[in-house]
């Protein structure tokens, strides 16, 4: 393993699911939504433990540099995707800039892990797998029937982890229910460790175009301090797909690293609603708010005053002149405003 493990941060999206707050211009991961560091700056703070790992690769898009600047720290090394082609491109291009035997831990920027202590053991598990050229994932110990993520099935115990028995994209609810009570599945939190090298010997042979359009991208890039640009030309050639559909639904290397963390994607605002500390009714309040003989109400306001008499399971989201008000099991629904999408 060259110089620990090294962190690399998947930091874009366009902020749609938690709208009005979260903006294509200012989207969730730089938002402080839990405590005093945005999702962002919390990822980078669980990777900044020196004795385990490398300074941090983060791959974004131009429109985001700045942000990633202002709230990353010195040292980190910041790939500037010239568009968006989803993870598997994003991935392969910090792979091919990195030693081939490099362990990666790729981590989305803009989740929420309450218990680091434990995410860190899991890196370690992942790291010594991925070492013995394992492309592992992360199975977040599922509490609920959740029709919104994937699943990973256990397969045969191994040294440090498990065997991949399949990936479920994601289910029905009757499903998912019959999912978590075999105990034989974790959500896939979308959070990796491979070898450089290994990941791209398993992407040129699942993906060969897609391996050879980013070797090229790579080559014809540029270095502008911190920043790589990859090369526009090649890379626009590149067709956008997941590092699930692409690499870990077809390899035969793959392995799993079960592990409870107090994990969130944050996915929307009942996600963020769960993550906060509530009153005895469940509500959760950020802002200048009254309740009134309600239950599992959140309000969050940058600025007037919201009051609720007698509602149940509604949230009331207040962002300049913008008004959000739904029940909370319509919140997948926000990327469907016509706001949501500016």
């Given at each position: 393993?060259?110089?620990?493990?090294?962190?690399?941060?998947?930091?874009?999206?366009?902020?749609?699911?938690?709208?009005?707050?979260?903006?294509?211009?200012?989207?969730?991961?730089?938002?402080?939504?839990?405590?005093?560091?945005?999702?962002?700056?919390?990822?980078?703070?669980?990777?900044?433990?020196?004795?385990?790992?490398?300074?941090?690769?983060?791959?974004?898009?131009?429109?985001?540099?700045?942000?990633?600047?202002?709230?990353?720290?010195?040292?980190?090394?910041?790939?500037?995707?010239?568009?968006?082609?989803?993870?598997?491109?994003?991935i392969a291009l910090a792979a091919a800039l990195l030693p081939e035997?490099?362990?990666?831990?790729?981590?989305?920027?803009?989740?929420?892990?309450?218990?680091?202590?434990?995410?860190?053991?899991?890196?370690?598990?992942?790291?010594?797998?991925?070492?013995?050229?394992?492309?592992?994932?992360?199975?977040?110990?599922?509490?609920?029937?959740?029709?919104?993520?994937?699943?990973?099935?256990?397969?045969?115990?191994?040294?440090?982890?498990?065997?991949?028995?399949?990936?479920?994209?994601?289910?029905?609810?009757?499903?998912?229910?019959?999912?978590?009570?075999?105990?034989?599945?974790?959500?896939?939190?979308?959070?990796?460790?491979?070898?450089?090298?290994?990941?791209?010997?398993?992407?040129?042979?699942?993906?060969?175009?897609?391996?050879?359009?980013?070797?090229?991208?790579?080559?014809?890039?540029?270095?502008?301090?911190?920043?790589?640009?990859?090369?526009?030309?090649?890379?626009?050639?590149?067709?956008?797909?997941?590092?699930?559909?692409?690499?870990?639904?077809?390899?035969?290397?793959?392995?799993?690293?079960?592990?409870?963390?107090?994990?969130?994607?944050?996915?929307?605002?009942?996600?963020?609603?769960?993550?906060?500390?509530?009153?005895?009714?469940?509500?959760?309040?950020?802002?200048?708010?009254?309740?009134?003989?309600?239950?599992?109400?959140?309000?969050?306001?940058?600025?007037?005053?919201?009051?609720?008499?007698?509602?149940?399971?509604?949230?009331?989201?207040?962002?300049?002149?913008?008004?959000?008000?739904?029940?909370?099991?319509?919140?997948?629904?926000v990327g469907k405003l016509g706001g949501a999408s500016g």
């Open positions: 393993m060259t110089d620990g493990i090294h962190p690399v941060i998947l930091c874009g999206g366009s902020g749609t699911r938690l709208w009005p707050r979260s903006r294509a211009d200012r989207p969730k991961p730089f938002l402080r939504l839990l405590g005093e560091q945005s999702l962002f700056e919390a990822t980078l703070a669980r990777c900044r433990d020196a004795a385990r790992f490398a300074p941090p690769m983060v791959v974004t898009g131009a429109r985001h540099v700045g942000l990633v600047e202002a709230q990353g720290h010195p040292g980190m090394r910041i790939v500037v995707e010239p568009d968006g082609r989803n993870t598997a491109p994003a035997d490099a362990v990666m831990l790729v981590c989305p920027s803009d989740h929420h892990i309450a218990d680091v202590d434990a995410f860190r053991a899991a890196v370690d598990q992942a790291g010594a797998l991925a070492g013995r050229g394992r492309l592992v994932a992360f199975g977040i110990a599922p509490d609920r029937a959740e029709t919104g993520y994937g699943y990973i099935q256990r397969g045969a115990a191994i040294d440090g982890g498990y065997d991949v028995a399949r990936f479920v994209e994601k289910p029905s609810e009757a499903l998912a229910r019959d999912f978590v009570a075999s105990g034989e599945f974790s959500w896939n939190g979308g959070i990796f460790a491979f070898r450089a090298g290994t990941l791209l010997e398993e992407l040129a042979r699942h993906r060969p175009a897609m391996a050879q359009a980013v070797r090229e991208a790579v080559a014809g890039g540029s270095d502008n301090g911190p920043r790589f640009h990859p090369s526009a030309s090649f890379f626009a050639g590149i067709e956008g797909e997941s590092i699930d559909y692409a690499v870990m639904e077809n390899t035969d290397r793959a392995a799993l690293v079960p592990v409870d963390m107090g994990w969130s994607d944050i996915g929307n605002w009942t996600a963020l609603r769960e993550a906060r500390e509530g009153d005895e009714g469940g509500n959760v309040v950020r802002g200048a708010a009254e309740l009134v003989d309600c239950r599992n109400v959140m309000v969050d306001s940058d600025g007037p005053r919201v009051s609720c008499i007698g509602l149940e399971d509604v949230i009331v989201v207040v962002d300049g002149d913008e008004v959000l008000v739904m029940r909370a099991e319509d919140a997948q629904k």
